[in-house]
Nanobody, 117 residues
Framework: VQLVESGAGLAQPGGSLRLSCAAS????????MRWYRQAPGKERELVAT????????VHADSVKGRFTISRDNAKNTVYLQMNSLKPEDTAVYYC???????????WGQGTQVTVSS
């Protein structure tokens, strides 16, 4: 099982980044996908969730209207489009797959997003 994040890096305030998370080793379409983030000295925060078919999403209040989660089940990939970035969005971002029926859960290795001028 692998979840491999990509697309992170350095952005200026007000800028945009798009994170991708490519999944392998499990039936991607059977899993709810989530993005978490963890800033230095803070607890891990749930950023966004998307259902198995992609028909429903939930975003944290802190990113609502700026970030958008989406998925492509044909490509086994989940995305996080991040617009209007703020310095407080600086964190390590983690991709998560969860199946509540089987209680199986997988994590990506994390990828650093830094928002700074």
């Amino acid at each position: 099982v692998q979840l491999v994040e990509s697309g992170a890096g350095l952005a200026q305030p007000g800028g945009s980044l798009r994170l991708s998370c490519a999944a392998s080793g499990f039936t991607f379409s059977n899993y709810i996908m989530r993005w978490y983030r963890q800033a230095p000295g803070k607890e891990r925060e749930l950023v966004a969730t998307i259902t198995r078919g992609g028909g429903s999403t939930v975003h944290a209040d802190s990113v609502k209207g700026r970030f958008t989660i989406s998925r492509d089940n044909a490509k086994n990939t989940v995305y996080l489009q991040m617009n209007s970035l703020k310095p407080e969005d600086t964190a390590v971002y983690y991709c998560n797959a969860i199946n509540f029926a089987s209680y199986q859960q997988f994590w990506g290795q994390g990828t650093q997003v830094t928002v700074s001028s």
